[in-house]
């Protein structure tokens, strides 16, 4: 089923204190998905412009007495005037999801230096050739069962040290070690030591990664055009550098290891790629209008016959502001 978000992004500075921890500070992020309707995309941006406003340079306790990542995410999504899912990200490799039901996470960005190749690719692909990558994994639990410092000092480090610096090939169960074989590794190996883990995602290089939750694996591909777009009723242009990500969702092939190549989704998102980049949106063929959303419904217009997997689409105008559609499956996280 088609459904429509908004996504609206902010940061603030500020301090806090946390018991065992004491005073610090940190350069908070915070994502947050809504639906989108008429009114609400304005209205959402100003509400997290609103709320973050009290933390800004100041100290998140003279607003909450628990100062926690998970007590800031829920009042911020408290403060936003319609339902949200969130992201708050209290460091660059650590944080608290919320989702619309109502669900609470805790998530730990960690990686690990390692070499592989994947031994079923067709000759010439790159992906053959020994090489190796800084693999980024994120870890995802279940706020009311288990907390951050249970992966960063029970789960995660036996793992790492299996991982890191290592011939991925040679090791028990990934002598195919794909993103997604990966993802799925990760996840029934954590899931022996840490209670509520939720899921793990994998991510090889920048602009690509894979999720596993247990039963269902998610990829998606990043890529960026810089493109004009109408910006007055005079007839103005203004631009903006999207960032595009294409969210696929469906079963692994039992061979390959993966949903999709990373390079097939690029090399078929090629077409479209062209008549985005460097071009004024608006003359698009058939685009409903220039808006993120009406763009989003034309790229899937598109490459839905190209990649049947294609299920939500983000695209970002700005870093903090951005529309994501989802077309097919159940696809909430990553946020962004
Ligand atoms: N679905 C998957 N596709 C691919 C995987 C994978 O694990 N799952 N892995 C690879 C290669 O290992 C490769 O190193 C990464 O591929 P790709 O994203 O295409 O890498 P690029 O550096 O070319 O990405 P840019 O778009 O240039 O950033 C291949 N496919």
Partial sequence: MN??????GAGFEAARNLAGIGEHGHSFRVQVRADAHPGSEAALHADLAAAVAPFHYAHVNA??????????ARYLASQCGQPVSLQLASAADRGALLDEDGNEYVYLDTRFEAAHQLPHVGPGHKCGRLHGHGFGVRIVVDASQNCLNDILLKAWPPLFARLNHKYLNAIAGLDNPTSE??????????????????????????????????ETFRIWKEQHFESAVPFDAA??????????????QGSVDRVMGWVLDFGDVKDRFKPVYRQLDHNPLDKLPGVRAADAASVAEWVHGEL???????????LMETPQRGVSQTFRGDMQWPLL
């Fill in 3 to 8: 459904s429509s978000h908004i996504l609206a």
């Fill in 63 to 72: 607003t909450l007495a628990d100062g926690s990542d998970l007590s800031i």
């Fill in 181 to 214: 074989v990966m993802a799925a590794w990760l996840y029934r190996e954590l899931a022996a030591n840490l209670a509520g883990l939720a899921w793990v995602e994998v991510r090889e290089t920048h602009t690509a990664g894979s999720q596993f939750d247990g």
């Fill in 235 to 248: 007839g103005n242009y203004t631009g903006h550098s999207y960032l595009i990500r294409l969210l696929l």
């Fill in 304 to 314: 839905k016959p190209l990649v049947p997997e294609l299920s939500r689409i983000d």
